[in-house]
């Protein structure tokens, strides 16, 4: 793995992760019967029980070690698609494959890593924190922020490419015609 491929995917997760985290928490923040912290309580929760969940200002380190291992995972999950766009030669509908890569890791997670720790019907995912439609809109919000920044970073580099070797290669002198 190269080292742009490495900072490309860790820039990339980084901005995934907080788009994602907006929607889930923007959607707490706005629901009467959910608050803007239960995303991140409930991350830390599913790994220590639901006893980390609760109210917020009785969980302040479950929350801040859910934000923790949220921002870790996408920004793996970000390295993990920038490489696979690297072996697929760079396509030119990163951002539509980022889509459909958010809502894949979304089906993964949710059908068959969730349930190995929780019983179905005591998932985090069926209403506890927000509702289905929800954890589909964050996912595809992680996956097309992955994909878009992924473009905007690729199509970046050939540029700067060109303007370093342009500073540190000269120009050959042209020759005087007589």
Do not use: C
Not at 16 to 43: K, N, Q, R
Not at 132 to 151: D, F, P, R, S
Request: zero cysteines; charged letters at 10%.
């Amino acid at each position: 793995m190269t080292k742009r491929t490495l900072i490309v995917g860790v820039v990339a997760g980084a901005a995934a992760g907080l788009a994602m985290a907006a929607v889930e928490m923007i959607y707490g923040w706005a629901s009467s019967a959910h608050t803007a912290w239960d995303a991140p309580m409930g991350i830390w929760a599913y790994i220590g029980g639901l006893t980390h969940f609760g109210r917020p200002a009785d969980h302040i380190g479950p929350i801040v070690l859910g934000i923790g291992g949220h921002m870790l995972n996408a920004i793996f999950v970000a390295v993990v698609f920038v490489a696979l766009m690297r072996v697929l030669r760079n396509p030119p509908a990163a951002v539509i494959l980022g889509a459909a890569y958010g809502a894949g890791l979304w089906a993964l997670q949710r059908y068959v890593f969730l349930p190995i720790n929780t019983p179905e019907d005591r998932l985090f995912t069926t209403g506890l924190i927000s509702p289905l439609w929800v954890w589909w809109i964050a996912h595809l919000a992680l996956g097309t922020t992955i994909g878009l920044v992924y473009m905007l970073l690729q199509r970046r580099a050939p540029a700067m490419a060109m303007s370093y070797r342009a500073q540190v290669v000269p120009a050959e002198p042209t020759k005087k015609v007589a």
